[in-house]
């Protein structure tokens, strides 16, 4: 069986419960082969650069749009030094946050718009986050030129946005709330994707999936989110996890 590819963690956060050696290798033995670590500042993506040394590993550097406010040109200048980094493959995790009150919205458009110019100068894949926000960031993607390889992870979006989304080219990646019982929304979206744009993911050390909803994410539990988007999509978790590496690669730009 291929092993799965963990489209978006957060190891920098994980390492807080688990060393990161001893994380991946629990990972890797649950049938996890790959992952991207995402930065969520300037500190947390040199970080996670500096993770992507183990085998594996790949990692993305940008400034989270809670922390838009930090995004001066001093980080804007460390980000895209840590874009040279070989093991340093997407730019992110950027976006807009409206459902939070954590930044003003002017300050995270001013940050994403510049992530998007990075992404585009770069080369690179554009990981985004958006709640309560991905019409806002559809709108500034298609008003900027969205870049070739972009991700919107742990979708949250309505079924337009979803079709706005896929007509940018945009990959879409589900994370454990699709596990929830609450979640009938996301699993018709997810049932919906085409097979070639979608990708799975823990967000860990968040949205633990069910059936460890409520104890701290690890990458090496992508599998329960994998089976919860394999039901969805009424197919096998074997074809889901061949399908989204394969994806993962290919948005990477891993193959």
Known sequence: MIGWFDSHCHLHLCEEQEDASKLV??????????????????????????????????????????????????????????????????????????????????????????????????????????????????????????????????????????????????????AGNISFPSAEPLKEAAASVPEERILVETDSPFLTAVPHRGKPNRPALLPHVGAALAHARNTEAEHLAALTTANARRLFGLE
């Open 25 to 174: 290798a629990e990972a890797r033995t649950a049938g996890v082969e790959s992952m991207l670590t995402v930065g969520i500042d300037v500190e947390s993506s040199r970080r996670a650069a500096a993770l992507a040394k183990h085998e594996g590993i790949v990692a993305a550097a940008g400034v989270h749009p809670n922390s838009a406010s930090e995004f001066d040109d001093v980080a804007a200048g460390a980000v895209a030094e840590l874009l040279a980094f070989d093991h340093v493959v997407a730019v992110g995790e950027t976006g807009l946050d409206f459902y939070r009150d954590a930044c003003p919205e002017v300050l995270q458009l001013e940050a994403f718009t510049a992530h998007i110019r990075l992404a585009n100068a770069h080369d690179l894949a554009l990981v985004i986050h958006t709640r309560a926000s991905a019409g806002r960031a559809l709108d500034l993607l298609e008003d900027l030129g969205a870049p070739e390889r972009l991700v919107f992870h742990c979708w949250s979006g309505d079924s337009e946005e979803l079709k706005r989304a896929l007509s940018l080219g945009a990959y879409i990646s589900f």
